[in-house]
């Protein structure tokens, strides 16, 4: 077998094929498991659950192999049995001295592992889970000895502007993160944690409780994980300044308030409630992000005068070091969105040492637009991280080409900068029309840029299509040369439209967005002024894609997690119904009757798949958005058709 036959996602930095194969007899699928861990010393908890993980998989893999051998001179038939135990043998790895690094053995002994810490046994143990995906209870003789190349590794979830999942979706995805190697998770909130001094902010939202994030601290520990605390403290405060109580607190009437303003003494006095209230729920970390990104009417209402004395760079630097002072006082390092850096370059080394700049690009760029994106951060001295996004928000899957360029190219350039930590973001503008779904393969492949950094270009796994079965086998757990086909297809949707508009693929926007009432035929794009440009051709292309992806995503049962296909298959169907009903408004194309019958489908779907792994707050949003595009199907578009009870 070749090193590159290997769906392992991170892709390892080092293999060594010894050749052949071992097996456990059938005694290994036995109640219980198989495997069972000798260390020498008691087993830790850690070490106890991710054997058990591994046994977990076994059982639901059986005996049988995906991926038959390129052996010669061996088939998996005639492989030697081995005792179904791991041994913790740290003298017998040449391990580098890294807190993560570890080594994994697979020979006639047996299956053999090290590791620097707890976390790097975890993770030897999760590189086996891989391969009994791929292979089941025969496995290829190697050697593998690896290494993170970024010490923080992590995923932001967007849990604000559009879906609050439930735990028990939260939980499957930190399996997803445990098993793909990331050591950290944020959920970003700007109203949805229920604050029991100020429960109307959340109110109607279907808010995360401090039992909830407790629930889910402990969840992530035990998986080596931690749940970094993330809540906004400065702009994006409209939930909250709508609200009677806090309305004073706005620094103007941009957007109904948008801002909180530093020139109001509540403002401070609100965040300290809010930080006494919500930080006490995370105990695996002293990091915490206070985001204060996009304050676009600072310096124009409240604060005006101050902004004129002191410049809007200090004003913005005051407000920063009040907010590092409330965090500190409960033993928080601050991270921050680097805006202000990016900005106010001049103002980065007054910003206190301690400071954690998270430095964001969404879009694909050259290796050297970034670099000088990150210089600011690294002139400063301060600790940064670089921070690509998933390509997923705005849209109805994800664009595929712009997630990988962005997720890798930031990575090389983020390691060349000297940047600490990766952290991939994952936004809900706009109402999370995607599903969860969506961002499993630029999660995946931000696991395999953030662990290899600039050399995940350069072995065979990060290839497109050889990644894109590796993400099947070790993600999906499947086979098919069907998905990887479907990925493509819907990851290379928004090319076809033949246009370019940052953080948004057409689709989303012809699902929803309402026709002009004095010409029905003609939709309205706001300020989206490219979309103007598509043509008919370019709709007809893109529906063509749709229509042929939606049955290359088959439901298969039996599969440990088969809701990412039905996920995606309504992604499909939704972005096909967007272009049929791009078509008929804009020429003619199409039976109305037909197309709102269609949409009547499609919305009680998205309701069922909303509901199944999401609370309640916000689907209202979605759900009114739908009728209110399919009131334009009616012969008087100012007729109301409405779907269902909300």
């Not at 049988?64 to 005639?78: F, V």
């Not at 090290?114 to 995906?133: D, H, K, N, P, Y």
């Not at 407790?214 to 749940?227: A, G, P, S």
């Not at 796994?461 to 493509?488: H, K, N, W, Y």
Request: glycine share 8%.
């Amino acid at each position: 077998m070749k090193a590159a036959t290997l769906a392992l996602i991170p892709y390892p930095r080092q293999i060594k094929r010894a050749g052949g194969w071992v097996r456990f007899g059938d005694s290994a699928f036995a109640s219980g498991g198989p495997l069972e861990l000798r260390s020498g010393t008691a087993t830790t908890e850690s070490q106890t659950l991710g054997v058990e993980f591994v046994n977990q998989d076994l059982a639901r893999r059986g005996s049988g192999a995906r991926n038959e051998p390129d052996d010669a001179d061996q088939t998996r038939t005639g492989a030697p049995r081995v005792d179904p135990v791991i041994v913790l043998a740290p003298e017998s790895f040449d391990i580098p001295n890294a807190e993560e690094a570890y080594g994994l053995r697979i020979s006639e002994r047996g299956i053999e592992i090290a590791g620097r810490s707890e976390r790097a046994i975890f993770a030897a143990l999760q590189t086996l889970r891989q391969l009994v995906r791929q292979f089941g209870s025969t496995l290829p003789q190697l050697e593998i000895i690896d290494r993170p190349a970024f010490a923080h590794r992590g995923y932001m979830l967007d849990v604000s502007r559009g879906k609050v999942p439930k735990l028990e979706t939260l939980f499957e995805l930190v399996d997803t993160l445990a098993l793909l190697k990331y050591n950290q998770l944020q959920l970003y909130i700007e109203h949805t944690f229920a604050f029991e001094r100020h429960p109307e902010i959340s109110e109607g939202h279907s808010p995360l409780t401090s039992e909830d994030i407790r629930t889910l601290d402990e969840y992530c520990r035990r998986r080596h994980i931690r749940l970094v605390p993330n809540l906004q403290s400065f702009g994006h405060a409209t939930h909250i300044l709508s609200r009677e109580r806090y309305r004073h607190l706005a620094e103007s009437d941009f957007r109904g308030g948008w801002t909180l303003s530093p020139a109001e003494p509540g403002t401070y006095e609100l965040l300290a409630e809010f930080y006494e209230e919500f930080l006490p729920n995370f105990g695996a970390t002293d990091l915490f992000n206070v985001n204060c990104d996009e304050t676009w009417d600072l310096g124009k209402g409240k604060s005006a005068a101050i902004a004129e004395h002191d410049g809007k760079g200090k004003l913005y630097l005051g407000h920063l070091l009040r907010v590092r002072e409330l965090a500190a006082h409960h033993g928080r390092r601050t991270m921050l969105w680097g805006d202000v850096v990016q900005k106010y370059p001049e103002l980065a080394r007054e910003l206190p040492d301690d400071v954690v700049l998270l430095n964001w690009e969404y879009e694909a760029a050259d290796e050297q637009s970034y670099r000088k994106r990150l210089e600011p951060a690294r002139a400063s001295g301060r600790e940064h991280w670089v921070c690509p996004g998933s390509s997923a928000w705005n849209s109805l899957f994800f664009r595929k080409a712009n997630a990988r360029r962005n997720l890798l190219d930031f990575a090389r350039a983020g390691l060349d900068a000297g940047a600490t930590g990766y952290l991939v973001t994952d936004w809900g503008d706009n109402g999370h029309f995607n599903g969860l779904a969506a961002s499993l393969w630029p999660l995946a492949f931000g696991a395999q840029c953030a662990w290899n950094g600039g050399e995940a270009a350069t072995n065979d796994t990060a290839s497109r299509m050889t990644f894109d079965r590796a993400f099947c086998s070790t993600v999906l757990q499947t086979e098919s040369e069907r998905i990887p086909e479907a990925l493509g297809l819907l990851g290379g949707l928004v090319e076809d439209f033949e246009i370019r508009v940052p953080n948004n693929s057409p689709e989303r926007w012809m699902l929803t967005w309402p026709t002009d009432a004095e010409r029905p035929d003609r939709m309205l794009l706001g300020d989206l002024a490219p979309y103007d440009r598509i043509t008919k051709r370019a709709v007809e292309t893109a529906l063509a894609r749709c229509t042929g992806a939606i049955p290359l995503f088959e439901i298969s049962e039996g599969l440990a997690a088969p809701d990412w296909q039905s996920e995606w298959r309504l992604s499909a169907a939704l972005a096909a119904h967007a272009c049929r009903r791009f078509l008929y408004h804009n020429f003619g194309a199409g039976d109305p009757r037909a197309l709102a019958s269609e949409m009547q489908a499609l919305r009680a779907a998205f309701e069922e798949s909303w509901s199944h792994s999401n609370r309640s707050g916000e689907l209202t949003q979605n759900l009114t958005e739908l009728d209110r595009a399919a009131a334009c199907y009616a012969e008087d578009p100012r007729q109301k058709i409405t779907f269902g009870s909300a």
